[in-house]
């Protein structure tokens, strides 16, 4: 709906520094999340120029909320979402809003909340494995050994553990490959992707085995119909009892689709989640030292397993506030697809809208001292549906959300229960800022620690003493302290 009282969106203010032809690309290219920052005091919306793209760039929590929620006229689209389909097809992911409800329906069973106890069973054994896998004195690339562990945990909740070793390798192996080049891809010009250079042989050769690999799972899975617990059961056996085309269930081509976006898409979110997490504690050891006592306190000299979430509690605050400050979707892209208004301001059907989590989990007035890690300020507080993002919101936020929190708290608990982590140089290590907020070349030195170890005094210090008059995540909240 549009009115004479609202604003044309010519009236927004441009962002300043805008260059002839280039736009805003030399600030977003040097350093994108100072430049994202820097026009956090626009307050409510200012205009960005992505070479020949102007975007509204959203900064107010309730706009952002407004565009999310309305994701008939705010669509799937704009530069990410329309080089990411490239890759993924029309996956649940990437769809475009008529294909989307069908689509959520038939793969929303598979993340219902009675399936998480058994990928939690998973998720614990390969956190487990990972751990155990390590010596003391290592100096790890974080980020590759976190890849490795939630290619193998989503490997097996999605296919379960009856895969030959031999597929799993190479499916490893492919999504490895696929990762890296997946940014650069996004990067190079229509005409550039199309050279086959190595780089491009390798890429399309991964993409191709690994969606041979899940064709040749599907086809066995078909021919076998049996329930075996995990995700691609629960796929295969969806039915959308809404269909109007007739079309009550996933074919084969879009179960691939679908499993090749969880795979993708779950796989190094939560990996780099994990590794910002393990980043963080190692540079502030009192958070970490507190998060070994929890976990030695819960565990009792065992190992982590589904069943301990409820008492999680710090790993999960830890978790939450990761999430704050490295959303590793720091900014989504929206197309306009009709005529609209927002905030005011008309805008044409056509144009592309900008939003990014990460500002707005920065901004000062929301977040008080927000560039500090502080897991104590979720103690006993619901994150906010406005102003906290890290998983998008409405009919489009992340189907994964608890299957992701799930496997970073147990994770998280396996790793620290075990192993003290310690930087590596005394530089401030930076995010790399791609499609995600990448912590590629994220090392950190590992120092084993045993539970026996553990004194009384470790054991009462989980809950910081100085604020006793706060209630803590009451029991049974889960280990997940977003609720949607
Ligand atoms: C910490 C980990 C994760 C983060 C931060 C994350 C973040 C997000 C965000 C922000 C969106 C919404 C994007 C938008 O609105 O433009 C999204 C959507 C989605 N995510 Fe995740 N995600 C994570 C883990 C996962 C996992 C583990 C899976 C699957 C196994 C998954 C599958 C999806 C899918 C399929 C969508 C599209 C949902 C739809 O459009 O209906 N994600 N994710």
Redesign the pocket.
Same mark, same amino acid.
């Given at each position: 709906m549009t009115d004479t009282n609202t604003a044309t969106a010519a009236s927004v203010p441009l962002a300043p520094r805008a260059l002839p032809l280039l736009g805003h690309a030399l600030p977003l290219l040097r350093d994108p999340l100072a430049f994202i920052m820097s026009l956090s005091e626009y307050r409510e919306m200012v205009r960005v120029r992505l070479g020949p793209t102007t975007a509204m760039l959203i900064c107010h929590p309730d706009l952002t909320r407004q565009v999310?929620l309305n994701d008939r006229v705010f669509d799937?689209g704009g530069p990410?979402?329309d080089r990411i389909r490239e890759v993924i097809g029309d &996956?649940?992911?990437?769809?475009p809003y008529p294909l989307?409800r069908r689509?959520?329906r038939l793969?929303q069973p598979s993340?219902h909340p009675t399936r998480l106890p058994g990928y939690g069973a998973v998720f614990a054994r390969a956190a487990e494995l990972k751990a155990d896998s390590w010596r003391d004195g290592d100096v790890l690339d974080i980020t590759q050994e976190m890849m490795t562990l939630?290619t193998r945990a989503?490997m097996e909740?999605?296919f379960s553990g009856s895969l030959p070793a031999e597929t799993m390798r190479r499916a490893l192996a492919d999504t490895a490959t696929i990762v890296s080049a997946f940014f650069r891809r996004m990067m190079t010009p229509a005409l550039l992707r199309r050279v086959p250079t190595p780089q491009k042989r390798r890429y399309d050769h991964a993409r191709n085995r690994l969606a041979a690999t899940i064709a040749e799972i599907i086809a066995e899975r078909r021919a076998d119909p049996t329930d075996h617990a995990d995700?691609l059961s629960t796929l295969v056996a969806a039915v959308d009892e809404e269909s109007e085309d007739g079309q009550k269930q996933l074919s084969d081509t879009e179960l691939a689709d679908?499993a090749l976006?969880?795979?993708l898409?779950?796989?190094e979110?939560?990996a780099?989640?994990l590794a910002w997490a393990l980043h963080l504690l190692a540079t502030n050891p009192d958070v970490q030292h507190r998060l070994r006592a929890e976990t030695h306190q819960v565990l009792a000299g065992g190992k982590v397993d589904a069943a301990h979430l409820p008492s999680l509690d710090l790993a999960a605050r830890v978790v939450t506030e990761t999430?704050r400050l490295y959303?590793?979707?720091w900014m989504?892209?929206?197309a306009v697809r009709q005529d609209t208004e927002l905030g005011g301001v008309r805008l044409k059907g056509g144009s592309t809208i900008v939003?990014s989590?990460y500002l707005l989990h920065r901004r000062p007035d929301l977040y008080p001292d927000p560039d500090r890690f502080d897991p104590d300020r979720w103690l006993g507080a619901q994150p906010d549906r406005a102003t906290y993002?890290?998983?998008?919101?409405?009919?489009?936020?992340?189907? &994964?959300?608890q299957?992701?929190?799930t496997?970073?708290v147990l994770a998280l608990t396996a790793i620290v229960a075990r192993w003290e982590l310690t930087p590596v140089g005394d530089q401030p290590f930076k995010p790399k800022v791609e499609t995600s907020l990448s912590s590629r070349g994220l090392r950190l030195r590992l120092s084993e620690r045993r539970p026996s170890g553990t004194d009384d005094a470790e054991l009462h210090t989980a809950t910081p003493r100085s604020t006793p008059s706060q209630p803590s995540t009451p029991p049974g909240a889960g280990a997940c302290p977003v609720k949607h």
């Open positions: 999310f799937k990410i979402y &996956g649940l992911s990437t769809c989307h689509q959520r793969c993340f939630t989503t909740t999605m995700l679908e976006t969880f795979f898409g779950g796989m979110t939560t780099i989640t999430l959303p590793p979707a989504m892209t929206r939003l989590p993002i890290p998983f998008g919101a409405g009919a489009r936020k992340c189907i &994964g959300d299957f992701a929190l496997e970073a």
